[in-house]
């Protein structure tokens, strides 16, 4: 499945952003699906995943529960990740990903889409 993200921006700490990425056909209901980041100089890190189907069950890395929600649509072939409370070390590329099997480890997910640049400002 073919993946690309979109809605990153500049925005101040303490703001919010909605993080969405479309799938390119109707097999994306099947797909567990995750959002990482990462930031310069640092590795790649699991933000959200949500799994596959209807089930809707969720992980989230500790620093972002509470201020994250991920969620998908189905009908729309669409994953968002809704951020709140934007903290200066959220600051990072985004990249949501579909994986066969429901975790948050990068070695799950075999699609990536292409990235989108959140900056927050302190």
């Known amino acids: 499945v073919q993946l690309q993200a979109s809605g990153g921006g500049l925005v101040q700490a303490g703001g919010s952003l909605t993080l969405a990425c479309s799938a390119s056909d109707n097999t994306f209901y099947m797909y567990a699906l995750g959002w990482f980041r990462q930031a310069p100089g640092k590795e790649r890190e699991f933000v959200a995943a949500?799994?596959?189907?209807?089930?809707?069950?969720?992980k989230y890395l500790d620093s972002v529960r509470g201020r994250f929600t991920i969620s998908r649509d189905n009908d729309k072939n669409t994953l968002y990740l809704q951020m709140n409370s934007l903290q200066p070390d959220d600051t990072a590329v985004y990249y949501c990903?579909?994986?066969?099997?429901?975790?948050?480890?990068?070695?799950?997910?075999?699609?990536w889409g292409q990235g989108t640049q959140v900056t927050v400002s302190s």
């Open positions: 990903a579909a994986a066969s099997i429901f975790g948050s480890a990068p070695r799950l997910y075999n699609s």
């Open positions: 949500i799994s596959g189907g209807n089930e809707g069950a969720t």
